[in-house]
């Protein structure tokens, strides 16, 4: 089955960076469209930046737009997403998963945006 595994959150000050990372087991991944989500506390998860099977495609929430790149890496299953210019908005659990048929969630990454 499909097995994600995000890490690379932490603790930030505004304006700092982060980069995370998902690993993806149980896909042939390079075949599939690739997301990041995140989740605030009482509210739905929501897309954050997606990224189509080869890495030459990608879309961004306009909340993240232009801050914000996701990349990913086919030979090590993996994807990223380079946060920067971190706002106390930003701060939320981020969770990776394939936009086009959603798979169990990971235990996600924490994103604490703080002075």
């Known amino acids: 089955q499909v097995q994600l595994v995000e890490s690379g959150g932490g603790v930030v000050q505004p304006g700092g960076s982060l980069r995370l990372s998902c690993a993806a087991s149980?896909?042939?991944?390079?075949?599939?469209?690739m997301g990041w989500y995140r989740h605030f506390p009482g509210r739905q998860r929501e897309l954050v930046a997606r990224?189509?099977?080869?890495?030459?495609?990608?879309f961004y929430a306009s909340s993240v737009k232009g801050r914000f790149t996701i990349s990913r890496d086919n030979a090590k299953n993996t994807v990223y997403l380079q946060m920067n210019s971190l706002k106390a908005e930003d701060a939320a659990v981020y969770y990776c998963?394939?936009?086009?048929?959603?798979?169990?969630w990971g235990q996600g990454t924490q994103v604490t945006v703080s002075s």
């Open positions: 998963n394939l936009p086009m048929r959603l798979s169990s």
């Open positions: 990224i189509d099977n080869s890495g030459s495609a990608t």
């Open positions: 149980g896909i042939i991944f390079s075949d599939e469209m």
